[in-house]
């Protein structure tokens, strides 16, 4: 695998599973799914901007989400963290403020080595209609655009650090 790979798999009837090699050691990449600042530089497909970025990062703390597609459409997404192991695990719940098909559950897993960083992303889903819904809409297509933002921010600043 390259770290421009990104692998899709589904598990049983809800699940998705991403899985993508990064450039880049597992706290930076915890820290680009858990800080503000360096969300609002990759979230999201391309052409969509992060437009509001709140995160209370503990256990039972909110974060809430609004990107902006190049339309000018605005999705808000919410949730609840379930579960924090930095640097190597985020548990949370999903939802989306103009779409409730129901509660979806994300687990970000990380695992380092030799300075490159491993993420296992599972999204699980409350249905395999809800699921096979996102799949056939392109949200496959949106994550891997979504984790290629990610890669670049990591390189670009990696780039600069050595500089």
């Not at 339309?71 to 997404?77: D, K, L, N, P, Y």
Request: proline fraction near 4%; aromatic fraction near 8%.
């Amino acid at each position: 695998m390259t770290a421009e790979d990104l692998k899709v798999a589904l598990r049983g009837d809800r699940e998705v599973v991403h899985t993508r090699v990064f450039e880049a050691p597992r706290a930076r990449v915890f820290a680009a799914f858990t800080e503000p600042d360096l969300l609002r530089r990759w979230y999201g497909p391309q052409g969509w901007t992060l437009v509001v970025c709140e995160i209370d990062l503990r256990v039972g703390g909110q974060w809430r989400f609004v990107t902006r597609q190049p339309s000018g459409r605005e999705i808000v997404q919410f949730g609840v963290f379930t579960e924090i192991v930095e640097p190597e695990r985020i548990a949370k719940t999903e939802r989306w403020l103009d779409w409730d098909p129901g509660e979806v559950l994300v687990t970000i897993e990380l695992t380092e080595r030799a300075g490159r960083t491993t993420l296992v992303s599972t999204t699980r889903y409350p249905s395999k209609q809800v699921r096979d819904q996102l799949l056939a809409a392109g949200a496959d297509r949106g994550a891997s655009e979504h984790y290629d933002k990610l890669a670049a921010m990591l390189d670009a600043d990696i780039t600069r650090s050595a500089i």
